[in-house]
């Protein structure tokens, strides 16, 4: 949940006057656990770099730094602060405990993915670090997802504002981006979803194919198997 005065004339005015400061630490800060609009501030700041405000290098170099450096202190967070700090971090956005704690044991199964692709949806983007520190992920191998997707999710984010800015509003840019996002959202949803779908009908087709064999089995044979049991 965002803090309400984080409108999207406010981030403007705010990325026109203090520039790029906004940009790095407005993402960086969301991807620490603060409830940021990191993504819209992004967006801001290419559309600012594309009507020639801002450097677009400048811009996507705050970016990609802030939200390496955030997810980092996320990721310490969750090594150090454990899942109590992780349930804090949750109260921001009112999600119990117990589905914190399912969701970090979803998480081991999935870590390279879910920091890469967490990245592009809001909610993941602030929860990949915490739930990486505390499932045991090495930090090299967590660096190394965090910042390639990062730098992905930064050049695509500040690339589209600056060059989709000449032709629309900012209104119209940031809608867009936020209706792209649930649509990447879903997407992820679904990549981690098939390999649970894909067990569920696999360990229910083995339960019936096992009741069939039980039923085709003859008299004889049932009585022995179960008087051996």
Not at 202 to 212: D, R
């Amino acid at each position: 949940m965002h803090f309400e005065f984080f409108s999207l004339e406010t981030i403007q005015e705010w990325t026109q006057q203090y520039g790029y400061w906004v940009v790095f630490f407005g993402i960086m800060l969301e991807n620490a656990g603060i409830p940021i609009p990191g993504e819209t501030i992004t967006l801001v700041g290419g559309f600012l770099s594309g009507n020639g405000e801002l450097r677009y290098s400048l811009v996507l170099l705050c970016a990609v730094s802030g939200a390496i450096l955030g997810d980092s202190a996320g990721y310490w967070l969750g090594r150090w602060g454990g899942v109590e700090a992780l349930a804090k971090i949750g109260k921001f956005f009112r999600l119990p405990s117990n589905e914190i704690e399912l969701a970090r044991k979803k998480f081991l199964g999935s870590a390279d993915r879910a920091v890469f692709f967490g990245r592009f949806v809001a909610i993941l983007r602030v929860f990949a670090g915490p739930m990486a520190g505390l499932s045991g992920m090495s930090y090299p191998r967590f660096l190394f997802f965090n910042s390639t997707g990062a730098l992905v999710w930064g050049t695509v984010t500040t690339g589209f504002a600056y060059y989709a800015g000449r032709l629309l509003p900012i209104e119209t840019l940031v809608s867009g981006a936020l209706k792209t996002s649930v649509v990447f959202l879903s997407v992820v949803m679904l990549w981690f979803a098939a390999p649970l779908v894909f067990q569920w009908f696999k360990q229910k087709f083995a339960s019936q194919k096992q009741i069939t064999v039980v039923e085709n089995l003859p008299e004889s044979e049932f009585a022995t198997s179960a008087k051996d049991d």
